[in-house]
């Protein structure tokens, strides 16, 4: 099999991410910083509802949404996880 030559258009290249998560603006997740003298929208509060990793009945906010009903989560003391939209409930 020979190379292609350096100008060819027959590259290989890999744009999209491993596990595609999107940051969720419903969340309250904003990339850019508000305008000056806006206040920052403060993201929705969750209730983790599934005895896992002892965290049940703890407040914490979704960052981001994925494919088939995965959110990730942020806890208030910073611990993330990636778990099912099933094991929240609002606050």
Known sequence: ???????????????????????SAAAGVSLKPPPMGAPAASPRQYLYRWDRCGRKGQR???????????????FDDGFRMITSGNALRRA
């Open 1 to 23: 099999m020979k190379d292609a030559p350096p100008g060819s258009t027959s590259q290989l290249r890999f744009a999209t991410p491993s596990f595609p998560l999107r940051v």
């Open 60 to 74: 914490c906010y979704v960052f981001a949404r994925g494919t088939m009903n995965s959110v990730g989560l942020v």
